[in-house]
Each structure stands twice: as structure tokens, then as C-alpha cells.
């Protein structure tokens, strides 16, 4: 019997496994949909690096055609960023008509439901109402308050939590406010692309993060998204011997010249995907950057694509595999690519055993 047929005598892991084969393999592409936002967050990657300073369009002739280029080029799962895509809800639904998505939003303009019922949202917060505010919005206005109002209880909405370095203490808080508004929650870790530096700067390590991150794993399995391995390979930058950094990275645009020599290292990359501008028809580096230097990269999504592209590092042990599979799982459940309320049931058995 083959080492994975053996894990897969399992039947949690079996059953995890199986709902994913079925579902098949991912095509993606992250997809700017507006260069324009109602924010101007402090640590905002877009911003910082000026990814909006492309042409604008007035009508969406060129969104359009873009969307029938990626169809015939058989993608089939789109990450939205921008920009905020809640500005233009009429592009979101053209998407959601053709692919499987995921969108970004800020979670301060309420996505309507007509047309977009089961979208997955990502509403962000930055920290407790104080933190969040100061680094989102200069202190001014609550708005981990308004986002918790406008997706209060909807199915659609989970909180893209990303923390800083030293601010720990406010995990638990902020998620039993999360989950007591009857959304699930997924991590990312602050960037300090800004460098504001101090409690924020990613170079004091995310250790004190990990472990309260590790706990709300523990105390809430079925409403967590992030799963104490992929906490684990974000925070720690280790992934079965190797480094995180560009030389690894998997989530480049892979047709893109300025990753040709990336592309020839050997190191697995996802073949198909593209980060597309919101120009609608140029690319760039990768969805975080284009010149960002990578030891500032903590983006939740990335690390996800260097786990799930890495079976084979993830065969030798039993624990390995589960870690590896319910890792990759929790990608196909938050991006319902997989029956929800299986991948669900799932999820949350894996998350406490
Ligand atoms: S809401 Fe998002 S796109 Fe807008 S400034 Fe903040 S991080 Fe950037
Ligand atoms: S910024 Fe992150 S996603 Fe972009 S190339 Fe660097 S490591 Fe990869």
C-alpha cells in the first residue's frame, strides 16, 4: 500500500481529499477591478507601491474583454482586489456570473446580495476598534464598528483579520467580536509596508501572534478559517527545509519577463496565474508588488499557494499529509470551490482534531 494510500485509510482525510479531487484544479488570477478607493490605509501594499497609476477606463469595454480573454484561457477561480471592489458592484457581478471568486473589501459600503448571493467576502480588519481605526482611517470613525453592522449574520461574509506583531493581546477580543456577529475569521499579518516600525514592524517576529492565533484555532474549530499549519508556515517564514521569500514564491505572473529567471530555478510556481492591473489588460510581478521587497511579505493567500503547490514535501508522515491536505482544504472551503456546508463540517472536524 502506497504511503498515501494509507493516510487516506482515514476516512476525515479521505473525505477532505475526495471533495477536492472532485472539484478538480484551479486556474486563478488576482484581478485589480478598480484603481480607486474610499480609503487610504497605513500598510496598503496597492498604494504604497502606486499599482493604481494606470489609464482608467469610463466604460467596462476593456473590463469585458478581458474577462472572455481569461475564459478562453480557462481560468476559473478569481481572487478581486483593487482598490475597493464594493465601488463597483456591476463588474463583481459579471465575474461571479462566469468564475469562482473571492473578493477584498474594506467592508465600509455594503456589497448588495441581488446577483452576488454566494460571493465570499473578505471584509478587513486591522485590529480592535482602535487600532483598526488609527491605521485605517487617521483615528477618525469606527470602522470594524460599520463593517460589523453592514455583514452582520450574512452567510457571504468572513473578517480578513491581519495583526501586527505586537498586538497580541487583542486577537481574542476582536475574534469573539467576529464570531459573536456570526461571521468565520481567516489571518494575515501586517506588512508595516509604511514602516511606522514599533509594535507594527514585521521584523519583530510573530511569535507572541502565532501562539494566540494557535489558540483561537483551538476555542473556535468551526469558525476559523486559518489552520494552526499555515499559521505556523507564515509566522515561522519555514516551509519543510526551505525559506520563504521570491525565490519560492508561487503566485507570480508566470508570462511576466520580470519573473523569467524566477521561472527557470526549479522551485514549483503556479503555471497559471496572472496578477492583472486594473488597466485591464497589463500585469505585474506578483498580486502584493512590484518591487516590494519580499521580507515584508506575510499575505495570507500567497503563503496558501506555497503550502498547497508542495504535496510532495508533505508525504513523509501522516501528520504532514493532514496538515498539508486540511491547509489546502481550508483554501477550497473559505473560496467555496468545494460544497460549503461539507467542506464546513469537514473543516471544523480537522481544525480540532
Ligand atoms: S481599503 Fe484596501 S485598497 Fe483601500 S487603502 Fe485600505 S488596504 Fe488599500
Ligand atoms: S511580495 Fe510576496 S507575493 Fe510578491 S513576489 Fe514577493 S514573496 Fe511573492
Sequence with gaps: MSRLSNYLSDPLLKGMYDLVRETGPVRPISLDITSKCNLRCAGCYYYAEGMDKVPAHRDDEAFDRMLEKEKAR????????????????????????????????????????????????????????ETDAQLRNRGQGDLFRIALDNYRDDPRAFFYYTVAPGHAHEIEPVVEECVNNGNRVLFNYYSDVSGLGGELDYRRGFNLVRGEVDRMVSRYPDMLFTTRYL???????????????????????????????????????????????????????????????????????????????NMRKHLHSKQAFSDWLSTLFAFYVVNRLVDYEAGLDFLSQAQAA
Design 231 to 309: 499559521n505556523e508556515v507564515v509566522t515561522t517564514g519555514r516551509l519543510n527545509g526551505q525559506t520563504w521569500g521570491y525565490d519560492v514564491c508561487t503566485n507570480l505572473t508566470a508570462d511576466h519577463p520580470v519573473n523569467a529567471e524566477r521561472i527557470r530555478n526549479g522551485n514549483p510556481y503556479n503555471r497559471h496565474f496572472r496578477a492583472i492591473n486594473a488597466d485591464f489588460q497589463s500585469t505585474r510581478r506578483c498580486c502584493t508588488g512590484k518591487e516590494r521587497d519580499c521580507g515584508s511579505c506575510f499575505d495570507t493567500w500567497e503563503h496558501f499557494s506555497w503550502v498547497m503547490i
Design 74 to 129: 480557462g481560468t476559473n477561480f478569481v481572487t478581486v482586489v483593487g482598490g475597493e471592489p464594493a465601488l463597483v458592484p456591476g463588474r463583481l457581478r459579471k465575474i461571479y456570473r462566469h468564475f469562482k471568486m473571492n473578493v477584498a473589501t474594506n467592508g465600509v459600503i455594503p456589497i448588495p446580495k441581488e446577483g452576488l448571493e454566494d460571493m465570499p467576502l473578505g471584509i478587513a480588519v486591522w485590529g480592535n476598534h
